[in-house]
Structures are given as C-alpha cells and as structure tokens.
C-alpha cells in the first residue's frame, strides 16, 4: 500500500524515515524513468513503442470487430488494421529517427562557435516539414545552407575577426573558419536527415487523422457518376475496389458489387464481385486478394449456365484468365439473371460508344 494512503502510522522515527525513504525513491523512479526514455537524443523509445503497440492492436481488433458483423466488413478491416500497423510504425520509427538527429545537429552546431550560424539554423528548424516532399525540401535547403557557410567561412571569418580583433581577432577566426569546415556540413547533413523524417512522420500522422471518418466516402454510380441514398455496402465495396492491387481501379466508376456464396453450407467460401464500367473484378472475401479481373472492353460474350453458374468469355485472354473463360458461381439464378443483364447492359453501351 502508498504511504501516503496509510493513516496513523506508528513507528519509531527510523522506521518511519525508512518507510519514506522507499516510498520516494519508488515514486522517484517511476517518474524519471518514462522521462529518461522519452528524452530526444535517444529517440523517444516511449513514444516508439506507443505508436507500435496502437498499430498491433488495431491489426487485432479491427478485423476482429469486422468479422462479427460478416466477411465483408471483416476484409475491409483485415486492410484497416494492416494500414494502422504500417502507418504507426513508419511514423513511430521517422519520429525517433527526427528526434535523433536533430538533438545531435544542435550539439554539432555549438562546436562551431558561430552564433549567427546558430541562430539561422534554428530559425529554419522552427519550420515545420508537413509532408515528404516538404521535408526533402527543407532538409536539402538547410544541408546546401550549412554546406556554403561551412566553406565560404574559411575565408570570412578570419577577415572578419582581423578586422574586429586584430591578430588576436585573425587567429580566432581562422579557428572558427577551419572547425566550421567540418562541423557546418555535418550539421547540414543531420538536418537533412531531420527534415525528411519529420515529413514522413507528419505525413503518416495526417493520413491517419483522415482515415478516422465517421463512414467511408459516398459512391458516385456508373459513367454518369451519378449519387443515390448513402448504402453502407456500396461504400465499402467501392473502396475497397479503388485500394485493390496499390490502387490500380483507382479511376473505375463503379456500377454495382455482390457477395457470392457458392457453396451456402461453407461460410468461408465466399466472395466480392464488383462490376464498375471499365473492369469486373473477383475478390475473395476474406483478405480482399484479386482473385481474376479483366476489362469490359474485352467481353466477347455473358451466357448462362444452368441458371446458377455465368461464363464471361473474354476477346483476348488475359494473365489470370489465359483460357479467356470468367467463371461466376452463385446458387442463385435470380441474382445470376441480374449480374448477366448487367454485363450484358455494358457490353451494348461500349458497342454503341464505338
């Protein structure tokens, strides 16, 4: 038990200083130790690990979460969770990698005794690096900044000393020059390395910031990218289609999606068919893998089988599909009549386009 929870403590003045003497030295290192790991020059381990664990526990629970609701919602957060995890960690270990580098850029600067040079550089690092492209621009600037100080002041600051100090000023300068020489580009080159890793932290920050939305964006439908009544299900779909293969159908118009159940007594065999105007994409349900695709340019023709199975034959055979033959199970004649009408429905529209 705290001591400061015990009430009427009776002990002889040793016991009683002893007992304090614990209970501070326990308070003590539980306070010191959280700031002895959070400190700059050894990168906030603390912090690190913070944004680690938050990325691991959201690639336990998201998709946890989303497989109680079903297989869709649970894929979709097999995606979340994995992006949680990479995005935390790349900006867990950018930010320890900035902290580092700027504490020893500050200490290497005050080597080279140069005030103004000190000032300037902290006056460029007070500006924050909110992107990649920004951080690569700032910490190339400071880098090319240092690099001409550190030159050109083997030369100025000795005459600028004479001129101030006489001989005694000459020599002190031309110490300040020659240290400088080395000191100034070292520093350039650990602001460099600052920069960029806090726009990369910054960047995976704000990405993460977006990412928690109350739903998922509304879709637009068809050529037309006309918009109805916000439906969940398309949403998820559509994102889903448009992050597929690092964002390949970013640019599809979505039409319409289905949850295909080939075999109703086995809930794990279970897929996503998108169709969107340019392409028809199969998914399995679990882990979002593209199971085939193909362009609906290439259709040649949609014919039913049996009433239950649809057979896309394609003009050109593709790397998934080199028998030029798209299979579609569903067990459903009704929404297998409706997915050959959709098909169908594109494949005269592009006839008519060309």
């Known amino acids: 038990m705290c001591i400061r929870d015990r009430d009427n403590i009776v002990d002889t003045p040793n016991g009683i200083g002893q007992k304090?003497?614990?209970?501070?030295?326990?308070?003590?290192?539980?306070?010191?130790?959280?700031?002895?790991?959070?400190?700059?020059?050894?990168?906030?381990?603390?912090?690190?690990?913070?944004?680690?664990?938050?990325?691991?526990?959201?690639?336990?629970?998201?998709?946890?979460?989303?497989?109680?609701?079903?297989?869709?919602?649970?894929?979709?957060?097999?995606?979340?969770?994995?992006?949680?995890?990479?995005?935390?960690?790349?900006?867990?270990?950018?930010?320890?990698?900035?902290?580092?580098?700027?504490?020893?850029s500050r200490g290497i600067s005050a080597l080279s005794m140069d005030k103004k040079f000190m000032e300037d550089r902290e006056r460029m690092?007070?500006?924050?690096?909110?992107?990649?492209?920004?951080?690569?621009?700032?910490?190339?600037?400071?880098?090319?900044?240092?690099?001409?100080?550190?030159v050109t002041g083997v030369i100025t600051q000795p005459v600028e000393g004479g001129s101030e100090g006489?001989?005694?000023?000459?020599?002190?300068?031309t110490a300040k020059g020659l240290t400088g020489l080395v000191v100034k580009p070292v520093t350039g080159i650990l602001d460099f390395a600052s920069k960029t890793s806090e726009g990369i932290k910054n960047r995976a920050s704000t990405k993460e910031a977006t990412d928690e939305r109350a739903r998922l964006p509304r879709t637009f439908y068809g050529r037309e990218q006309y918009f109805k009544d916000y439906v969940e299900n398309d949403a998820a779909l559509c994102y889903i289609m448009k992050k597929a293969?690092?964002?390949?159908?970013?640019?599809?118009?979505?039409?319409?999606?289905?949850?295909?159940?080939?075999?109703?007594?086995?809930?794990?065999?279970?897929?996503?068919?998108?169709?969107?105007?340019?392409?028809?994409?199969?998914?399995?349900?679990?882990?979002?893998?593209?199971?085939?695709?193909?362009?609906?340019?290439?259709?040649?023709?949609?014919?039913?089988?049996?009433?239950?199975?649809?057979?896309?034959?394609?003009?050109?055979p593709t790397k998934k599909l080199p028998e030029r033959?798209?299979?579609?199970?569903?067990?459903?004649?009704?929404?297998?009549?409706?997915?050959a009408e959709a098909l169908n429905a594109i494949m005269d529209e592009l006839m008519k386009a060309y």
Request: proline share 3%; charged share 20%.
């Open 20 to 104: 304090l003497a614990k209970h501070f030295s326990h308070q003590a290192y539980k306070a010191i130790l959280p700031v002895l790991f959070s400190v700059n020059i050894i990168g906030n381990p603390v912090g690190l690990f913070r944004n680690i664990s938050t990325g691991v526990k959201d690639l336990v629970e998201k998709p946890r979460e989303g497989f109680e609701k079903g297989p869709l919602e649970g894929g979709y957060g097999v995606v979340v969770g994995a992006s949680s995890l990479v995005r935390n960690t790349v900006s867990g270990t950018a930010g320890s990698i900035g902290k580092i580098t700027d504490s020893l």
């Open 166 to 173: 006489g001989f005694k000023g000459f020599a002190k300068g």
């Open 125 to 150: 690092s007070q500006q924050k690096a909110h992107g990649v492209r920004e951080g690569l621009k700032q910490g190339a600037r400071a880098m090319v900044s240092s690099v001409t100080k550190g």
């Open 325 to 339: 033959r798209a299979v579609i199970s569903t067990r459903d004649a009704r929404l297998c009549a409706h997915i």
């Open 245 to 316: 293969k690092k964002g390949r159908f970013a640019e599809c118009r979505f039409i319409e999606g289905f949850e295909l159940h080939p075999d109703p007594t086995d809930s794990s065999n279970s897929f996503v068919l998108i169709i969107a105007y340019e392409c028809v994409l199969l998914l399995n349900s679990k882990n979002q893998r593209v199971l085939w695709w193909f362009r609906t340019d290439n259709m040649a023709k949609v014919e039913l089988v049996q009433n239950e199975m649809l057979v896309v034959t394609l003009r050109e």
